[in-house]
């Protein structure tokens, strides 16, 4: 027996009403409807009698609603946790946009007044309709669905070798963490974002709320690319975790916080990660420093120095005594080339201690000391400690105060061979920091022998470097010399392709400006001289500056000439 038509009204009353649709169809079209728990214009576009876009235009014009193309409308500003899931999906609404106390919602049958009604009830809002296409909102309404991490199984991978581990103890403990946390999908997909960070060659991820969207950034070779926007509902979900797993205190989100945490990708191998979290206006921000320990073996040879800096700097690091300093930015591989040189001088009848704020990659053989201020474990408390441990090379993660630099200085002069940074932009310009912090003239010139001023600038991918025709005028601009242009190199640029990922560029390479300090530099600084006066002593003995060094590349054909201009940017 056939199941007998409910009354039309609504929607499908007026399209019959306005001759747009039969009567039978109509009630046909509400039968399967009912029968399949659909809508009526969700059924209604399925038979094709008519399309989305002429339904949605009935509607706007028969019923005075505004009518609104979602194709055009940006997702990632649209509000998620506006309106329950199961609302959404049962009533076939989604919401568009609120303000102050009205929000608007898109819907494709402005008569069905029990969604309009229930939306109201759960927002507490005033509801304003605004029609859409019914295909549109279906997607829209999957998007926002996703966006409750709900489907947050489907992003992620299994990985069932891996094993997300925190704090100090972690290298020990490598199952650290409760079954809940391991087994929550966002952890999983915290895992994937690792995974990829670390195959795709990236040094930091960034996590980044915002008021409307979420997204996650790697930066890689030196420039920060956007690679997912997860749901913006996850991520409170997604900085707990990453808290529990390094170890911080989760209930605390006023303050910043460091930790620290251990991917763990096979019995050999495992990638540390350092953890930042900063407090931001839509939620805590965190960014996450990859410490690769394999980047610390990766030899002097591969890092860029040219032979005659390698040769310098190999006699300082071997001399039984005395102070290298590696200076630069932040994120210029101060701590690889520091790694590089205690690595080559890693042996069983040396004793190496270092002090850092943190430790980043783990070097067996060496006696690493995380400095805690709050604990009073500062710089110079390690340093005094190390003095008392028999040492032969020391160290220090940075030089920050008089303090320190006066202990690290007095080592030198005492039979002890000491490592550190200065955050400044050259290396002559280290000999007048230090001046400026107080150290004596006579302790610099006596301690200090060699100054390495570097930077890090992407090299060109092999596979699609073109060719460049720059202007001689140009290239003598940017630094070369006459001599220069003999016509034997050519300088190239980048193009793109899928091996690069469409950059140009694949890998970095440093660019070094190695100082030894001479005796008539000693001089200079005994005299107070100020960084000039050392720079230019520094280029009559044959020392390149950091610009020099970035032009040789480009004649090597290793870098492009707007590369080392960006970085050298003298």
């Known amino acids: 027996m056939a199941q007998a038509p409910s009354p039309l009204s ?12 039969q009567e039978a169809d109509a009630e046909a079209i509400q039968i399967q409807a009912q029968n399949g728990n659909n809508h009526f214009v969700q059924a209604l576009v399925a038979s094709k009698k008519l399309s989305a876009l002429e339904v949605a235009e009935f509607a706007s014009n028969t019923f005075g609603y505004p009518m609104l193309d979602l194709a055009q409308m940006d997702a990632a500003y649209i509000p998620s946790g506006v309106l329950d899931v199961k609302l959404m999906q049962s009533r076939r609404i989604a919401p568009l946009y609120k303000r102050g106390t009205k929000l608007f919602v898109a819907i494709s049958d402005p008569t069905f007044l029990q969604a309009l009604e229930d939306a109201k009830f759960q927002t507490g809002t005033v509801i304003e309709p605004v029609v859409v296409e019914d295909q549109k909102l279906g997607q829209l309404i999957e998007k926002l669905v996703e966006a409750t991490g709900s489907n947050l199984k489907d992003m992620v991978v299994d990985q069932e070798d891996l094993n997300l581990a925190g704090g100090e103890e972690a290298a020990a403990e490598p199952d650290v963490g409760s079954a809940e946390v391991d087994d929550a999908p966002v952890v999983k ?7 990829d960070a670390i195959n795709g060659g990236a040094s930091d991820i ?6 409307k969207f979420y997204r996650i950034r790697y930066r890689i070779d030196g420039v920060l690319r956007e690679i997912a926007t997860p749901p913006l509902a996850i991520k409170d979900k997604m900085s707990s975790r990453i808290k529990v797993i390094s170890k911080l205190d989760i209930s605390e989100k006023r303050v910043p916080q460091d930790g620290r945490m251990r991917l763990v990708l096979s019995k050999t191998r495992a990638i540390d990660f350092r953890v930042s979290t900063l407090p931001t206006l839509f939620g805590e921000k965190i960014c996450m420093r990859i410490l690769d320990p394999s980047s610390a073996t990766l030899g002097i040879d591969a890092l860029g120095y040219e032979p005659d800096q390698k040769a310098a700097l190999l006699e300082a690091v071997h001399r039984p005594y005395g102070m290298v300093l590696v200076t630069g930015p932040t994120g210029s591989g101060k701590t690889v080339s520091l790694y590089t040189c205690l690595n080559i001088l890693n042996e069983p009848g ?12 783990n070097l067996p053989g060496i006696n690493q000391v995380n400095v805690n201020d709050k604990a009073g474990l500062t710089f110079a408390a390690a340093l005094k400690s190390f003095l008392r441990q028999d040492p032969d090379i020391i160290m220090v993660g940075e030089i920050r105060d008089l303090e320190t630099a006066d202990i690290s200085i007095k080592a ?11 955050h400044t ?3 002559p310009a280290t000999l007048s920091r230090m001046l400026n912090m107080g150290i004596a003239p006579f302790n610099i010139a006596s301690s200090v022998i060699l100054i390495t001023g570097q930077r890090l600038a992407r090299k060109l991918c092999t596979a699609c470097k073109k060719p460049l025709d720059i202007p001689p005028e140009a290239l003598l601009s940017a630094g070369f010399s006459e001599e220069d242009l003999d016509g034997s190199w050519q300088p190239y640029g980048p193009v793109g392709c899928d091996i690069c990922k469409g950059t140009g560029y694949k890998g970095r390479v440093g660019i070094y400006q190695v100082m030894p300090i001479s005796e008539e530099m000693q001089r200079i600084i005994m005299a107070q001289g100020n960084s000039i006066d050392i720079a230019d ?8 500056d950091l610009r020099q060094s970035g032009l040789l590349k480009v004649k090597q054909g290793m870098t492009s000439l707007t590369e080392v201009e960006a970085v050298t940017n003298e």
């Open 412 to 422: 030198a002069q005492t039979g002890h061979m000491v490592f550190s940074t200065l």
């Open 425 to 427: 932009n050259d290396a």
């Open 10 to 21: 609504g929607i499908a009353r007026a399209l019959v009403q306005q001759g747009r649709l």
């Open 537 to 544: 002593q520094a280029k009559r003995e044959g020392v390149r």
């Open 350 to 361: 040396i004793n190496i201690s270092t002090a850092e704020d943190p430790a980043e990659i």
């Open 206 to 211: 960034h996590f980044e709320p915002y008021e």
């Open 189 to 195: 997909y915290i895992q994937k974002i690792l995974l």
